[in-house]
């Protein structure tokens, strides 16, 4: 590496020609396959935007302008170029480098992200506060073709065009979103590009045209031919009656090109949106061929492009949920399945060929989402509607307004719910137990297993639904084999695991298998704890949690959601206001956000592993019953008999 080791910060990059910047994308790709094979990450995106990224950092003066970058996942050049070139193989570790722009982690990341289609609401705050505070920076926000089709983008552009502040937006055009991009948006852009090579043949036919007799004839046709379809013609149209001058499309890759451009619209005053045309994967011929199997990846030998495989011999739950859902297409013709971009992320591949009819991918449009399922529920369609716990949030007006007030049986399928383990804060799906919780007429089930996601899928097309149902399931493996019969489900019902006796812990979805971890653990230690799959979050299993009440002295809640608002708050205020007077705590996610991180060592960081779980019940129950003296010994068997089963008393109610 010649260019790379020397670039400290964007200053470094002026320095250099423009040959020498085309060196350095080189270089700059070979370390990005380097580091993604070691550490996992978003591959293609990142390899489609090196010369973009170079140019930016060349034309503007960083960190005065400010780069607004969408999603943000297309960062790792911005963070080489940024001095975190040496702390790249941290990325997406725990304690490393995010795999998106953070403000705390570097002063050259002026705004963070995850989600799709912020970046010019974003960049357009910036410009306004700029010039209240008049001051004079340069802002450009820099958004994909897919992110482009979210409705905030255009919420952005409307604003902006009307705004009129000095702006630019470059749209990186690579024709994939993480699957190809869908929708009438993305044919649009497709068409500008199609333009730019009918504007090269329309020129060759006008020389060619120069040398016949009749030529001022033909040409006159052909201008007759032009005029009338023009107002499909004129490329980016869609832009300028949106308030923007348009320029492009340019080559992303050329890098002279995008320096000489980049320098021409940077002192252009107003709204400017320049597209620029990229290969999403390019320089890397794994990603270049298969941009939707690179978009994000695990580790990967770098020869071949061979991805790792899986540790688990046990199928996933998105891969449970994605074969289900082909059988409930078989069960019935009214299922519909629904997705925002997220075909292969929520497992419905298979279902979208087997039913394309029923199939739809809305694009990065949750709130449309939520709205369009709504719609189909009305009409007598059963919606399946599969979005990532962290971008339901995006559709929760829809969820409300549309969706549960009007009492629609819409199935909310939230995948990555809980910690979602390397992408970090902007995807943890910390959140949706609490913000549906409060829904009302909304039924939230969480299943422990795959079996029992099965049968609450099943349930959902099998029952008239009073209104909708959530389902939310980790981004993990299912911890028990599948079996072939779907299983039966008392539906409202929670199960009891054990016998009831004093010490219950209620476990909500993956803390179940959690919590039998940290049973067997203290079963050895003369502790006995009874386990109740807490399955359905709303409405609570009432009859099951006054028998708890009634049995037990320590009851703790575990669930993978935040604690403010979540289950063990529900159970918490149950107790307080029917009299419960032993002792109670609520394990969960706490009230701040949780970084990015394997999801093992993350839950470990929580104290939501099997481990900690334990070492908690088992400082909880100790205190407890210290306090209450004489409980200790009717709580620890004695030592040496801890195999043996002790029947534990009822514990006098006052304290
Ligand atoms: C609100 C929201 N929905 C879904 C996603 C998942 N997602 C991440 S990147 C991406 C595709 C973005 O495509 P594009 O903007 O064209 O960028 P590219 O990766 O092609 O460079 C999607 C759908 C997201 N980040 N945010």
């Given amino acids: 590496m010649k260019f790379l080791p020397q670039i400290d910060s964007p200053a470094d990059v002026k320095k250099l020609t423009t040959d020498e910047l085309v060196e350095l994308a080189g270089e700059i790709r070979q370390e990005i396959v380097t580091v993604v094979s070691q550490t996992g990450g978003h591959l293609a995106t990142n390899l489609g935007s090196v010369e973009l990224t170079i140019a930016l950092h060349y034309v503007f003066d960083l960190p005065t302008d400010k780069l607004i970058w969408d999603v943000s996942n297309q960062t790792y050049t911005h963070k080489m170029l940024t001095g975190r070139r040496e702390r790249m193989l941290t990325l997406r570790q725990y304690n490393g480098l995010a795999g998106f722009a953070k403000r705390e982690e570097s002063e050259y990341d002026h705004f963070g992200a995850g989600h799709a289609s912020t970046s010019i609401s974003a960049a357009l705050g910036f410009a306004a506060a700029r010039d209240n505070a008049e001051l004079d920076y340069k802002v450009v926000a820099i958004i994909g073709d897919g992110a482009m089709t979210g409705g905030l983008a255009f919420e952005g552009l409307d604003n902006a065009g009307s705004l009129k502040k000095d702006l630019l937006v470059v749209l990186n055009d690579n024709n994939w979103s993480i699957s190809k991009s869908v929708g009438a948006i993305s044919k649009y852009l497709t068409n500008i590009m199609v333009d730019e090579k009918y504007n090269k043949l329309r020129n060759e036919i006008w020389d060619l045209t120069g040398r016949f007799k009749r030529r001022d004839k033909i040409r006159e046709t052909i201008s007759n031919i032009e005029d009338s379809i023009k107002g499909l013609l004129v490329p980016g149209k869609l832009f300028e009656k949106l308030g923007f001058r348009y320029f492009g499309p340019i080559d992303g890759h050329d890098m002279g090109l995008l320096v000489k451009t980049l320098q021409q619209v940077k002192n252009l005053h107003g709204p400017i949106l320049l597209h620029v045309a990229t290969i999403k994967g390019k320089g890397y011929k794994p990603a270049e061929g298969n941009p939707f199997k690179y978009h994000g990846v695990g580790k990967f030998d770098k020869i071949t ?45 298979d279902f979208a060929d087997k039913y394309p009819n029923r199939f739809f991918d809305v694009g990065i449009a949750e709130g449309h989402a939520g709205t369009f399922a709504a719609g189909l529920a009305a009409a007598g369609a059963r919606p399946y509607l599969a979005v990532y716990s962290t971008f339901m949030q995006r559709a929760f007006d829809q969820v409300v307004h549309d969706i549960a007030l009007q009492g629609l049986p819409v199935v909310l399928c939230m995948d990555r719910s809980g910690l979602v383990g390397d992408d970090g804060p902007t995807h943890h799906g910390a959140f949706d137990l609490s913000y549906l919780s409060m829904i009302p007429d909304l039924t939230i089930a969480v299943p422990r297993d795959g079996n029992e996601l099965r049968a609450m899928l099943h349930y959902t097309v099998d029952q008239e639904l009073p209104g909708p149902v959530a389902i939310r399931y980790p981004r993990d493996s299912v911890p028990t084999d599948m079996v072939d019969e779907v299983q039966d489900i008392e539906w409202g019902k929670w199960e009891a695991l054990t016998s009831m006796g004093e010490i219950a812990v209620l476990a909500v979805g993956t803390m179940v298998a959690h919590a039998q971890q940290a049973a067997e653990i203290l079963s050895d230690k003369g502790i006995d704890l009874s386990i109740v799959n807490a399955r359905f979050v709303k409405p609570l299993d009432l009859v099951m949690l006054s028998r708890v009440k009634e049995t037990a002295s320590f009851i703790l809640t575990i669930e993978e959601n935040a604690l403010r608002g979540g289950f063990g708050q529900a159970v918490a205020d149950f107790l307080l206001t029917h009299g419960y007077t032993g002792r109670f705590k609520a394990l969960g996610i706490p009230d701040r956000f949780i970084m990015h991180g394997s999801r093992t060592l993350l839950l470990k960081e929580i104290g939501l592993d099997p481990d900690s779980i334990t070492a908690t019940i088992e400082a909880f129950v100790s205190d407890g019953a210290k306090h209450i003296g004489f409980l200790h010994k009717l709580i620890f068997r004695k030592n040496g008999n801890a195999k043996k089963k002790v029947e534990v008393g009822r514990v006098p109610q006052s304290r």
Avoid at 323 to 346: C, P, Q, W
């Fill in 305 to 349: 492009g061979q991805v790792s495989s899986r540790q688990s011999d046990k199928p996933t739950y998105t891969k449970v949920f994605g074969d289900t859902m082909v059988e409930l297409g078989a069960k019935s013709d009214r299922v519909v399945a629904i997705t925002a971009a997220m075909v292969a992320g929520t497992g419905l591949v």
